[in-house]
């Protein structure tokens, strides 16, 4: 009887060794259903996922990152094929939201492979990787230093700026590139941007940038003279001093290139828009967002100026999906942020945030200026309801809108002004717009 | 033997577990994971051991947050602990968690103990009902 005994022992022991390899794996493995039901689940997916949906019970995996990538169970479901890879190395954002307090030791930011091993089976790889991103943004800027030099280009037009990012002379390039004449010196540099593409002080933080940095390059919509757009990159370098102006000479501090990259961007948005757009709306997806809204703060740290966020939230999105079915809240959000694009300037950032709620960062826009977008917005809504195989679905929005200041400088502190406002607006009874105007304080002042 | 009168959520446990010797510890219906001032595992009771499926002699002398239980490194359980330290003050709190023992999500209360001075910290393990 030693025999079977002893074969006994050594499967217990490798039944244990292999527990144990599986809880130190330094990284998260999931086992689920197709539609997120958690049936294996290691414990590094729970040091990750945990801090996410405190109070959770990691049931579902899909609701367990519903505030961070609601766009999961979307990619999932439209994965038809029988089995294979869903998505590689899907990068999910989570710091400075106001739901994902940041704190220390909590990662910024996780990939998550999902693959479909069949109907009922999913498996996930989580993991941390926050330093990995933090090398790659570096990488990156210097890549787009590279290929502005090395980019095969239609054209390019050569723009003299003085200190205020005045145009201060002609030459032919520029009429080449923009079909600008002459008269179009004297005009502020923005005289090359289509309308909300860019704000005043946007204008000098560029200028700022190219005086800090040795140059500054930025892509985007560009206007011609005629009011055609191509999509340009404008480099803007800041010339040596040149000491005592001459009478006769124009005051110049600065050259701007800008060049007609169109062909090139055509071929680079495909790819871009993968990492930077939500798959079911097209809008920016958080990753985007916060780039964006980071680069926006650190330049009002450098020079004040009015920031605003608006929050949009879908009413009653649950009860839509319980009569129209899930593809027409899906179609409501669609025609939302279709809307949101449309209504808001080309600078503004719209980002899809969680399931049914949109943020828009407004630079240089006050409060009463936020608030006025996002009642048309509502107003909008209001009256154009989606439309979904032939069905119209009524629907509205609440809003809430917020302002930097002393109190909020962080984007943190402005997304939970934001959200606080639209939840008064949804207590208010929904489809309305509400501005944040600061709480009194909770006690009197002594006598 | 009688088993110890001892229950989860009584008040000052602290230095009650440590009172207790490690036969006492296994007859308690809570699992108790004792660890030192470097983190290292230094008890590591029965009900814990079967929960988990890993027998105490793969634990013991393991650092706790790396190399027994990685869920619970994080700003809910390790950073706690940390900041105790760190400002020596007392910490004993209890919070809902997920444990994924033998790898199924499994929903328990945690009992988070360090008191300033005493050699062993504490996490106590509930599962919900």
């Given amino acids: ?26 990284v998260g493995l999931v086992q689920a259903d ?39 169970r979307h990619v999932c479901a439209l ?40 109907e009922d089976r ?41 200190r205020a990012g005045v145009v201060s002379e002609w030459n032919e390039t520029i009429a080449r590139v923009t079909q600008f004449g002459p008269e179009v010196v004297g005009q502020p540099y923005s005289v090359f941007f289509p309308d909300g593409a860019t704000t005043h002080e ?17 892509e985007g919509p560009r206007m011609c003279a005629d009011g055609t757009q191509f999509w340009g990159s ?9 000491g005592m102006l001459l009478d006769d000479e124009p005051d110049t501090a600065y050259c701007m290139i800008l060049r007609d990259i169109s062909d090139h961007h055509a071929a680079n948005e495909a790819a871009r828009s993968a990492a930077f757009s939500d798959q079911l709306t097209g809008v920016s997806n958080r990753r985007a967002f916060f780039d964006a809204a980071e680069l926006e703060l650190e330049r009002r740290r450098q020079s004040p100026r009015a920031t605003s966020l608006v929050v949009f939230d879908v009413d009653h999105l649950t009860v839509i999906n319980e009569r129209f079915g899930n593809n027409a809240g899906d ?4 025609e939302l942020a279709a809307l949101l694009r449309t209504t808001f300037r080309e600078v503004d950032v719209v980002a899809r945030m969680g399931g049914k709620e949109f943020a828009v960062l407004l630079p240089s826009t006050d409060l009463a200026g936020a608030f006025a977008v996002a009642e048309r917005v509502r107003a909008l809504v209001a009256v154009q309801p989606a439309a979904q195989d032939g069905k119209l679905i009524n629907y509205t929005v609440s809003a809430g809108v917020a302002e930097m200041d002393e109190q909020a400088t962080d984007l943190t502190a402005l997304m939970a002004r934001a959200e606080q406002a639209m939840r008064g607006a949804k207590q208010d009874g929904r489809n309305q717009v509400a501005g944040w105007h600061g709480v009194a304080p909770a006690t009197p002042l002594a006598h | 033997m009688t088993a110890p009168a001892l229950s989860f959520d009584m008040p000052d446990l602290g230095p009650q577990l440590a009172a207790l010797s490690d036969a ?5 219906d809570f699992g108790v994971i004792g660890f030192d001032g470097d983190t290292v595992v230094c008890r590591y009771n029965k009900i814990e051991s079967t929960d988990a499926g890993l027998s105490p002699q793969r634990v013991l002398g393991q650092p706790l947050f790396t190399n027994v239980a990685p869920c619970m490194n994080n700003f809910m359980v390790a950073t706690r602990f940390e900041d105790a330290m760190e400002h020596g003050a007392l910490l004993d709190a209890t919070i809902d968690y997920v444990l994924t023992l033998r790898m199924r999500p499994i929903k328990v209360a945690l009992r988070l103990i360090a008191v300033p001075d005493a050699a062993v910290r504490y996490v106590l393990v509930r599962r919900q009902k």
């Fill in chain 1, 79 to 118: 994965f038809t094929e029988p089995s294979g890879m869903i998505c590689e190395g899907r990068q999910i954002f989570l710091r400075q939201d106001a739901r994902v307090r940041l704190q220390r030791g909590t990662p910024n930011v996780l990939s998550i492979s999902l693959v479909k091993l069949d």
């Fill in chain 1, 234 to 242: 404008a480099m803007i370098s800041p010339l040596p001093d040149k």
């Fill in chain 1, 122 to 162: 999913l498996m996930a790889v989580i993991s941390d990787v926050t330093e990995q991103v933090r090398r790659e943004r570096q990488l990156k800027h210097t890549d787009a230093w590279l290929s502005a030099i090395l980019t095969n280009i239609s054209d390019y037009a050569i723009v003299s700026l003085d």
């Fill in chain 2, 24 to 28: 006492e510890l296994d007859m308690l």
């Fill in chain 1, 331 to 334: 179609q409501v959000l669609r």
């Fill in chain 1, 1 to 26: 009887m030693d025999a079977p005994l002893a074969m006994d022992v050594d499967v217990v022991a490798e039944h244990e060794a292999l527990l144990q390899f599986l809880y130190l794996a330094p």
């Fill in chain 1, 34 to 72: 197709m539609r997120g039901n958690i049936a294996m689940i290691n414990p590094i997916s729970a040091q990750l996922l945990m801090p996410l949906a405190p109070g959770a019970c990691l049931n579902n995996l899909f609701d367990a990152l519903a505030d961070v990538a609601p766009e999961l």
């Fill in chain 1, 202 to 218: 946007r204008q000098f933080d560029r200028l700022r940038e190219a005086e800090d940095n040795g140059w500054n390059l930025e």
